[in-house]
């Protein structure tokens, strides 16, 4: 994590902003160890708390360092990048802070960690590696599974013939996609993909390792200066150069979070809802119904989303795995008691945590033993806090 200089001169010695009127709000951008890097929110309020309290010349910094308030961490509250949040006790000087209160989330993603994206830029290359259909589609279930709107972006154009990138185009127009297609390495499309596409919002890329994420953020955002890796010789794969999650601020606003790539999406989600993330099944079900309302479109009769489309066998692959998954789950009586089943607007379904009952067990030694953890972490946060 970069620790932002403080900018400007300041007159006394060290200038706390006490709990004041004007509110600090900002967005969480990075997250290591239990500091959170918060850029702020360049309103008036901000800069005249700031200004107030430090004279003239004085020019706010952008970025604060923060910790977690001890009362956050109390109710569990934890903080994620891309979370918008206040920021208590600024101290302009040494750009520290706290985190106060953390905004309720519009969306949260689990992986990568981020909060409140709107859009999620899928980037897979053409060539080294390989493009993999499978792959792609495991990849595409799982954007489609999010609330967030999907992008797909193809790298790497300048590795294939004109000719192939057609055969990619009409093919994934029968998938129901669109893509756009760019090369980093020759600047081609990379404008456009900005101005059509990212512009203003908060964005999460995502795909397998090696494809060239870091390199496009750099391309986009050349103060970034992201680590990039090379593609792997003999596996044609990427070594997973990226550590953990970041957001980097777009030159024409807007926010884009680097994320270390994976390889293999989980299939974990409810059966039913499958066919929903395949647009080619969508489409079938928008026109009419199978037979039987439970039907999960394998072999039972009258089905209409069973049939001749290129992906279907995927489709079936893919119901074996979230079935397969669905069973794991259930086997588990911890995790499955902690969760409830609610079937949500157009019948779609979803895990939810149920309300913590109150227990009056005595809790178990593999309980007692994680409070401890819990106690020792919160008490070495609040050293490292006071250490400050
Ligand atoms: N030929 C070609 N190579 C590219 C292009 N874009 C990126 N690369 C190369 O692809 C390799 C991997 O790029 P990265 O940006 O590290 O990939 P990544 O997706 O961030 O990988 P992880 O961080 O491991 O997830 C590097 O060697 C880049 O130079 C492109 O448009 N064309
Ligand atoms: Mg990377
Ligand atoms: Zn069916």
């Known amino acids: 994590m970069n620790d932002e200089e403080p900018v400007g001169k300041l007159i006394s010695d060290r200038l706390l902003c006490p709990d004041s009127d004007s509110p600090i709000w900002g967005t969480v951008v990075a997250v290591q160890a239990n500091f959170y890097r918060v850029k702020l929110e360049s309103n008036l309020e901000t800069q005249e708390s700031a200004r107030g309290l430090s004279g003239r010349h004085f020019k706010p910094a952008q970025f604060l360092l923060c910790t977690r308030r001890t009362r956050l961490k109390k109710i569990g509250q934890k903080v994620m990048v891309g979370d918008r949040v206040l920021v208590e006790e600024a101290d302009w000087q040494d750009s520290r802070g706290a985190i106060g209160k953390v905004s309720p989330r519009a969306t949260e993603l689990q992986r990568p960690p981020v909060a409140n994206a709107q859009l999620i830029l899928l980037v897979f290359a053409l060539e080294e590696p390989t493009l993999d259909p ?5 990849f595409l279930v799982k954007a489609e599974s999010t609330a967030l709107k999907l992008c797909l972006c193809f790298n790497k154009c300048d590795l294939i013939t004109t000719a192939q990138q057609q055969q990619w185009q009409q093919r994934l127009d029968k998938w129901g996609y669109e893509a756009s297609y760019i090369s980093v390495k020759k600047q081609l499309g990379i404008d456009q993909l900005l101005s059509h596409h990212l512009k203003g919002k908060i964005t999460v890329l995502a795909g397998p390792s090696g494809v060239g994420k870091s390199s496009l953020i750099d391309a986009l955002i050349p103060s970034a200066n992201l680590r990039v890796g090379k593609v792997s010789g003999k596996l044609q ?9 970041e957001l980097f601020e777009l030159p024409e ?9 994976f390889n293999q999406p989980d299939l974990d989600c409810i059966p039913s809802n499958l066919a929903q993330y395949f647009p080619e099944a969508r489409v079938r079900l928008q026109q009419g119904n199978c037979q039987f309302s439970d039907c999960l479109h394998r072999d039972e009769p009258g089905c209409i989303v069973r049939g001749d489309w290129e992906r279907y066998e995927y489709y079936l692959d893919f119901l074996d795995k979230a079935i397969a998954h669905e069973a794991t789950r259930q086997q588990q009586p911890d995790q ?6 609610k079937v949500k607007r157009l019948g779609k379904s979803q895990y939810e945590p149920k309300l913590k009952t109150k ?7 593999k309980v007692r033993q994680q409070n401890l953890q819990d106690i020792y972490q919160t008490q070495l946060e609040e050293e490292i806090e006071d250490q400050l």
Do not use: C, F, I, M
């Open 134 to 138: 499978w792959q792609l589609s495991r």
């Open 237 to 245: 794969r990427g070594r997973h150069t990226t550590r953990h999650v």
């Open 253 to 261: 606003g807007g926010l884009l979070a680097d994320s270390p790539g």
């Open 336 to 341: 499955e008691s902690n969760l409830k089943l």
């Open 359 to 365: 227990k009056y067990r005595r809790p178990s030694r």
